[in-house]
């Protein structure tokens, strides 16, 4: 091991960004990342997959020395005086943090159009979107400048690219991993995620950011299985759903056909696949777009002008506070903040957020009923269409419905990866694995089954 993979991703960083088409897929470099390199090959005791690895990291998650700006023009600049835990247990491993990734400002997005710091490109079709909140992430694995990225996840911000780029993205169970240093969008629903070129890369980093953190409340003290050493196990009798409800009539026919034929490779493995039902999906985006709303109303309350990011001089108290958020947020971010600020206030309260979480509970119901009855893992696609072009969604309820097949696995907080299966039109096509809370094992065995059965991708 030594720092040739460092300096080769830099290499490549470099040719993503030349010229007038460069991808847009990184926001900051770490420039003592070589260094880092040869200082971890030469450590003792240190080993393992990560060993000197460069991983990208999406720009909400908290670094020392290299910003944090969440894609928005209100963090312009702003280096964190702590970093995440995420990011102190991959440089435990070994890895080195070598870029953060452009991402959709604060998270709230599907196509990475969002960032104040401008578009990023797919890495095989540049005149289309990447997918998002996590599209910087997902491009970099996709376009081999990183085996291994992190990113985040809020209703399918790491899966959804992960299926536009053709990469590997795992959300895991809700309390898995470590929050802590993760700028908050919705806190119910926030997690890090991971993106692989390749299950066994995606195991390999899950393993390493998982488990108990006392600085993280909601983090479960729950034993850590092998996550790599799991996915190698058999997929004979595994039984797995098919959720009626994930299969549309109006459901893109080439990504139907990705599906069937990776449902035919299950049973050809020996899995058995049985139809099921989850009667409260059609609710999934209403109730995520009155959750997730209502929590970032709260959450970016704090970026005000007075304690970090950008300030906006004004004059009086309440004028600063208006026109360094109206200066510092963008379009997506003011709607979101706006409508949540809107179902938590007086008259609205009950009307909409405490009625969008007794939906979520049922949604939530809907999956440990299906686990309960002796399925081990669901099988349904990732997306309801592949990348599309660049400006082509205008309407923000067309783009929230990208979300319509990852949402309730954060609304029910279980875990899911989404891992390619071909290609349509040229375009990949990702297939999405949930499994029941804290059953990422049983989760990856069936992923690495697919990966392997279908060529998905190269190691």
């Known amino acids: ?19 007038p088409d ?33 991983i990208a990291v999406k720009d909400n998650i908290a670094t020392l020395d290299i910003p944090t700006t969440c894609g928005s023009r209100i963090l312009e600049g702003y ?21 953060k990734t452009n991402m959709d400002e604060f998270a709230m997005g599907s196509s990475t159009e969002n960032s104040a710091f401008g578009t990023v490109h797919h890495p095989l079709d540049p005149s ?45 169970t809700y309390g898995r991993v470590s929050r802590y240093g993760l700028v908050a969008f919705a806190s119910s629903l926030d997690q890090v995620g991971v993106l692989g070129r390749t299950v066994d890369d995606a195991a390999a980093a899950l393993g390493v950011i998982a488990g108990r953190d006392p600085l993280d409340s909601t983090s479960v ?37 990705r599906c069937d034929a990776a449902i035919d490779a299950f049973r050809s493995a020996g899995a058995i696949v049985r139809d099921v039902s989850l009667p ?10 009155i959750i997730a709303p209502a929590e970032a109303s709260s959450n970016l309350a704090r970026f005000d002008g007075v304690r970090y990011g950008l300030r906006v001089t004004g004059s009086g108290l309440s004028a600063m506070y208006d026109a360094t958020r109206s200066r510092g947020f963008g379009p997506e971010v003011t709607r979101r903040i706006l409508l949540g600020t809107y179902v938590l206030s007086a008259g609205y309260y009950d009307a909409y957020y405490r009625r969008a979480q007794r939906v979520r509970a049922l949604i939530e119901q809907d999956f440990r009923s299906v686990f309960a009855s002796g399925v081990d893992v669901l ?3 990732t997306t309801p269409t592949t990348a599309f072009k660049i400006g082509a969604v205008s309407d923000p309820y067309e783009m929230y419905l990208n979300d319509i097949f990852t ?53």
């Open 22 to 54: 460069g991808l847009n897929i990184v926001l900051a470099e770490n420039s003592d990342a070589e260094r880092e390199a040869g200082a971890m090959t030469a450590a003792e005791g240190l080993g393992g997959p990560l060993l000197a690895q460069p």
């Open 128 to 172: 289309r979107v990447p997918g998002g909140s996590s599209g910087g992430s997902a491009a970099a694995v996709a376009a081999g400048m990183v085996r291994i990225a992190l990113g985040s996840e809020t209703g399918g911000s790491v899966r959804q690219p992960a299926a536009f780029c053709g990469v590997v993205g795992v959300k895991p």
């Open 79 to 99: 280096v964190s005086p702590y970093e995440a835990t995420v990011i102190a247990r991959l440089r435990a491993a070994g890895a080195v943090i070598a870029f």
């Open 1 to 19: 091991m030594s720092a040739d993979a460092v300096r080769a991703a830099f290499a490549r960083a470099r040719e993503m960004k030349a010229g």
């Open 379 to 381: 099988f349904t696609p």
């Open 280 to 289: 409260h999906t059609d609710y999934a985006v209403p109730v995520y777009y």
């Open 407 to 459: 949402a309730t696995a954060n609304l029910a907080g279980v875990p899911a990866v989404s891992v390619p299966i071909g290609s349509s039109q040229g375009l990949p096509v990702g297939g999405q694995l949930i499994a029941p809370h804290f059953g990422e094992a049983t989760m990856f065995a069936a992923a690495y089954a697919l990966e392997g059965s279908l060529g998905s991708a190269s190691a």
């Open 221 to 257: 003290d729950i034993p850590v299985p092998d996550y790599r050493a799991a996915s190698r196990r058999s997929v004979r009798g595994l039984v797995i759903g098919r959720p009626r409800e994930y299969f549309p009539e109006r459901l893109d026919p080439g990504i139907r056909a």
